[in-house]
């Protein structure tokens, strides 16, 4: 005699079946893999060298190759969250690095440093040797102090190649190595990445916009400023550093220049003009190389703060630059300073600066008293 199956019965043994069907393709299937971000494709950047850093949308980092003529974008997975308003410090950070690497601290150069915008995790786009032959290395230090290299092996990342790059082997009148300055400084800004430099043409002093996620028609404009020490227009300076930054309302470049003129171009020029004459607003004194520049807020008021090559740590304040009139005559002397004003603070040997969080900025430093390389936090307290 059959038994008859009731309705719950037959409910159950197809659920159940159901169920079994689905353990058995779920562990067929292989995960999915967490998306790319911005157009990235997984490989190795094939840097030739590792110059400027920046950090861009979704905490993308952009490294400057000048070497190579071109920009990478790497997602570097740093997943890290720090809100702390803390500083940080790495005594002897040259010492450290060259052992890391296996190297000496002379075989050491550390050429730009970055701040991760929510991990506040220092990366250091190093030169393991000197010349031809260095070695491109991206480091990341934590507020412990610790050290680690940036695996450059099967990450997302994103290229994209300047055109009419200084030749290999050409050199300034003054025998620097316009190879490197093909890539002096980057931003980005509204959906473009602003990369300042030099190029082989003319007007060899250049601005190239990248539409990020990369694409193959970068803007090129070139440009001009009247430079006060040298008593002249000129095409072939290039930018040395430049922040964005609103000027009279106007969203602009603040733009700092050898030997040491600061002059303004507004973004919505870059946008509707190629060739660019620049507004002089400063002359920071000869001999001397702005080399770092970055936005804070104190007291609620707008502030930039500028790491020179032969000079002081300078502090200006938005509304002095605000007020700035056009600077069109040469200084008196060689190492005069002019035009807009700035607070001196006494803190010399700095060569690289970033903001870390609202009350700090990370600097490398040469201590002149036991001539060791730091890494080190200075109060914005004081600035």
Same mark, same amino acid.
């Given at each position: 005699?059959?038994?008859?199956?009731?309705?719950?019965?037959?409910?159950?043994?197809?659920?159940?079946?159901?169920?079994?069907?689905?353990?058995?393709?779920?562990?067929?299937?292989?995960?999915?893999?967490?998306?790319?971000?911005? $157009?990235? *494709?997984?490989? %190795?950047? !094939?840097?030739?060298? #590792?110059?400027?850093? +920046?950090?861009?949308?979704?905490?993308?980092?952009?490294?400057?190759?000048?070497? $190579?003529? *071109?920009?990478? %974008?790497? !997602?570097?997975?740093? #997943?890290?969250?720090? +809100?702390a308003a803390e500083p940080m410090a790495i005594k002897g950070i040259d010492v450290k690095i060259a052992s890391l690497l296996g190297t000496t601290p002379d075989a050491v150069v550390i050429n730009d440093v970055a701040v991760h915008p929510a991990s506040q995790n220092v990366y250091l786009a190093i030169s393991r040797g000197r010349g031809n032959d260095a070695r491109p290395v991206l480091l990341r230090a934590n507020r412990k102090g610790e050290l680690e290299e940036v695996a450059l092996?099967?990450?997302?990342?994103?290229?994209?190649?300047?055109?009419?790059?200084?030749?290999?082997?050409?050199?300034?009148?003054?025998?620097?190595?316009?190879?490197?300055?093909?890539?002096t400084d980057l931003a980005y800004v509204d959906g473009e990445l602003l990369i300042a430099g030099m190029s082989n043409t003319e007007f060899a002093s250049t601005l190239r916009r990248a539409p990020f996620p990369f694409q193959k028609d970068v803007a090129v404009n070139t440009l001009e400023i009247f430079h006060t020490s040298h008593n002249k227009y000129e095409t072939h300076s290039p930018i040395e550093s430049f922040l964005p930054f609103t000027i009279n309302g106007k969203p602009s470049l603040l733009a700092g220049y050898g030997c040491a003129p600061i002059a303004s171009f507004t973004l919505a020029d870059l946008k509707t003009k190629q060739h660019l004459r620049g507004t002089t607003l400063a002359e920071?004194?000869?001999?001397?190389?702005?080399?770092?520049?970055?936005?804070?807020?104190?007291?609620?008021?707008?502030?930039?703060?500028?790491?020179?090559?032969?000079?002081?740590?300078?502090?200006?304040?938005?509304?002095?630059?605000?007020?700035?009139?056009?600077?069109?005559k040469p200084v008196d002397a060689a190492y005069v300073s002019a035009g807009v004003p700035y607070l001196s603070i006494a803190e010399i040997g700095i060569t690289q600066l970033d903001n870390l969080n609202d009350k700090y900025v990370v600097v490398v430093q040469r201590d002149i008293d036991d001539g060791s390389l730091n890494l080190r936090s200075l109060s914005k307290n004081w600035m």
């Open positions: 005699m059959k038994l008859a199956r009731k309705p719950w019965m037959i409910t159950l043994v197809v659920a159940v079946a159901i169920a079994a069907a689905f353990v058995v393709n779920a562990a067929r299937t292989p995960p999915t893999a967490a998306p790319l971000i911005m $157009g990235m *494709a997984i490989g %190795a950047p !094939d840097l030739q060298s #590792a110059g400027t850093l +920046a950090f861009g949308p979704e905490n993308v980092l952009f490294i400057g190759d000048s070497q $190579g003529a *071109a920009v990478f %974008a790497v !997602d570097v997975k740093d #997943a890290a969250k720090d +809100a092996q099967g990450v997302p990342f994103s290229k994209v190649t300047l055109a009419n790059p200084p030749a290999h082997g050409a050199k300034t009148k003054w025998g620097g190595d316009l190879r490197r300055m093909t890539i920071l004194g000869g001999g001397n190389r702005p080399l770092d520049m970055v936005a804070f807020a104190k007291e609620g008021q707008r502030r930039v703060l500028i790491a020179n090559s032969d000079r002081t740590l300078m502090s200006m304040s938005a509304q002095d630059i605000d007020k700035a009139t056009p600077m069109t």
